[in-house]
């Protein structure tokens, strides 16, 4: 690499694709999983996460740690094998060991070492919205919050993050007297029948209400404090989906998932954040993706070939 950089070839658009291909296939990729997926998905953040061991006894260190396995083999097989954006969304496999395949109710994997393991209906996985990691860093300890999961897929998955909620606005309460008075779904829309906050959780919530099913460490269920869930529910447009599955289905239509992991992978490469005048650049990324039916590696060379990155000097700033 020293010596093409040397020999001024690295401005050849051609030689430059080549090198990111043959990069993103040696080991010193794993930086990419470690640094961009865990700051894009958030997973690194699982250690920081304590789920209540009253409640969630099953929650131990090596459950916690398979589930971060989990994500990152999943991350990397998406990257080494140039799979599309959209299988982040709704891929039909994904990485386990025994632990975490016991604890999702998957038969079939015995012993620490993971394996990859083919996923249909049944399984009710697939993609990094169902799995572990995401689905418990996005709860509380003590419970499931479809405030938290529903902001996280906007703001992370969407790029659409909501505004800030007011000042003063009181929390949901949690009393033990509160959850037998209802449902968390008729909890919350009590909550956001107020004016100041309504705005937001009309955006969120439906959002997050889609994986109920999926209780705060990640487990499936049907009930809820002996109250039945329903996930189903609508979005802002007016469309209408089922539960997570048919949300999943609808966002992988959608190009606001793609512009949103463009968005992610550029501000992560010039390491600030995205300006007006960075529109164009997103926007040419974009055409480029959806011409090499959004392969994950056109993406990584879109974003090397682009003028920002270019032109970055060597303190990281543009020239």
Not at 217 to 226: E, I, K, N, S, T
């Amino acid at each position: 690499m020293l010596n093409l950089a040397e020999a001024g070839l690295l401005r050849d658009d051609d030689v430059l694709s080549y090198q990111v291909e043959r990069m993103l296939q040696d080991p010193k990729s794993d930086a990419l999983v470690t640094n961009f997926a865990g700051q894009w998905l958030q997973f690194r953040s699982l250690d920081t996460v304590t789920p209540d061991p009253a409640k969630y006894p099953s929650f131990t260190p090596a459950l916690r740690d398979a589930m971060l396995k989990e994500s990152e083999l999943f991350f990397t097989e998406i990257m080494r094998s140039n799979r599309e954006l959209t299988d982040f969304l709704d891929a039909d496999f994904t990485y386990l060991n025994e632990t975490l395949a016991n604890h999702y109710g998957i038969e079939g994997v015995h012993g620490d070492t993971f394996q990859r393991v083919s996923l249909d209906a049944s399984s009710r996985r697939g993609g990094v919205l169902t799995q572990g990691s995401i689905l418990t860093l996005t709860s509380n300890p003590t419970r499931t919050s479809p405030v938290l999961r529903g902001k996280w897929i906007l703001e992370q998955i969407l790029g659409t993050p909501p505004p800030p909620p007011p000042p003063d606005v009181p929390m949901l309460e949690e009393t033990q007297e509160a959850a037998l008075s209802g449902s968390l779904r008729e909890r919350l829309e009590q909550h956001r029948s107020k004016p100041d906050c309504a705005t937001c959780h009309e955006k969120m919530d439906p959002i997050g209400f889609a994986f109920e099913n999926f209780n705060a460490v990640g487990q499936w269920r049907d009930l809820d404090a002996g109250f039945q869930i329903d996930p189903a529910g609508t979005l802002p447009d007016g469309t209408q989906f089922e539960g997570a599955a048919d949300l999943i289905a609808e966002l992988k239509t959608r190009d606001t998932f793609v512009h949103s992991v463009i968005e992610k992978m550029l501000t992560f490469a010039l390491g600030r954040g995205l300006e007006y005048y960075d529109q164009c650049t997103t926007e040419s990324i974009f055409e480029e993706v959806t011409a090499n039916h959004l392969k994950f590696q056109a993406l990584v060379k879109a974003v090397v070939l682009s003028n920002p990155f270019q032109l970055r000097n060597q303190e990281g700033n543009e020239s």
